[in-house]
């Protein structure tokens, strides 16, 4: 069974940095296209960033460009997103996935970055920035 559980998440004064991890099972990596994405209350769902499984292509949406990073350890199965310089509305649920398919991946367009056909998910983490 593919499981994608996210954790690291907490609350954090506005400047502040925070990791975030996503830990697999059943499945690695390598053979998946991996997202970033977060959704904030009444809002929707905002992609962060996607990595390409087929040459390793970072894309990453304008509003975290520059102060999030993604990371990976192929050996703990796990990748993480770094925060830094957070932001008030940065607070959101944040959740990480992971897409199979031949068609999975992400499109940038207009600062913003779309996923698709991305059929793993994560439950999700909050982060909350305060001001």
């Known amino acids: 069974e593919v499981q994608l559980v996210e954790s690291g998440g907490g609350l954090v004064q506005a400047g502040g940095s925070l990791r975030l991890s996503c830990a697999a099972s059943g499945f690695t990596f390598d053979d998946y296209d991996i997202g970033w994405f977060r959704q904030a209350p009444g809002k929707e769902r905002e992609g962060l960033l996607c990595?390409?499984?087929?040459?390793?292509?970072?894309v990453y949406a304008d509003s975290v460009e520059g102060r999030f990073t993604f990371s990976r350890d192929n050996a703990k199965y796990t990748v993480y997103l770094q925060m830094n310089s957070l932001r008030p509305e940065d607070t959101a649920v944040y959740y990480c996935?992971?897409?199979?398919?031949?068609?999975?991946?992400?499109?940038?367009?207009?600062?913003?970055?779309?996923?698709?056909?991305?059929?793993?998910w994560g439950q999700g983490t909050q982060v909350t920035v305060s001001s």
């Open positions: 996935a992971a897409g199979s398919r031949p068609n999975a991946g992400c499109v940038y367009y207009s600062g913003r970055v779309y996923e698709v056909e991305y059929e793993n």
């Open positions: 990595i390409s499984r087929s040459d390793g292509g970072t």
